[in-house]
Nanobody, 124 residues
Framework: QVQPVESGGGSVQAGESLRLSCTVPGYSFSTYCMGWFRQAPGKEREEVARIYKDGTTSHADTVKGRFYISTDNAKRNLYLQMNSLKPEDTAMYYC??????????????????WGHGTQVTVSS
């Protein structure tokens, strides 16, 4: 069972930083592309950042320059470093995994597996 597990959420003041972590017990990310998504109350879920198997990354324009997605060398932990947090970053943050076999490039397909989420609350 591929079940991402997030941690690291919390309540902070605007301008502060948080680092979210995600692991998938029993699995490495060697055959998965990974992403972070978020959903604020009353809004649709949106992609925050993703990382491909080759290590290349992409970030949503709303977080570019403030948030950074990464994995550890063993590809067993996924991170989202969030700096200069704003109240509009308040949301439930989800880790997601997309099976990425050889020669597959993750485009607009929905992830295959989702974590249960970790809450991030930023107050002004």
């Amino acid at each position: 069972q591929v079940q991402p597990v997030e941690s690291g959420g919390g309540s902070v003041q605007a301008g502060e930083s948080l680092r979210l972590s995600c692991t998938v017990p029993g699995y490495s990310f060697s055959t998965y592309c990974m992403g972070w998504f978020r959903q604020a109350p009353g809004k649709e879920r949106e992609e925050v950042a993703r990382i491909y198997k080759d290590g290349t990354t992409s970030h949503a324009d709303t977080v570019k320059g403030r948030f950074y997605i990464s994995t550890d060398n063993a590809k067993r932990n996924l991170y989202l470093q969030m700096n200069s947090l704003k109240p509009e970053d308040t949301a439930m943050y989800y880790c997601a995994a997309k099976y990425c076999p050889r020669d597959f490039r993750w485009n607009t397909e929905a992830p295959d597996y989702w974590g249960h989420g970790t809450q991030v609350t930023v107050s002004s």
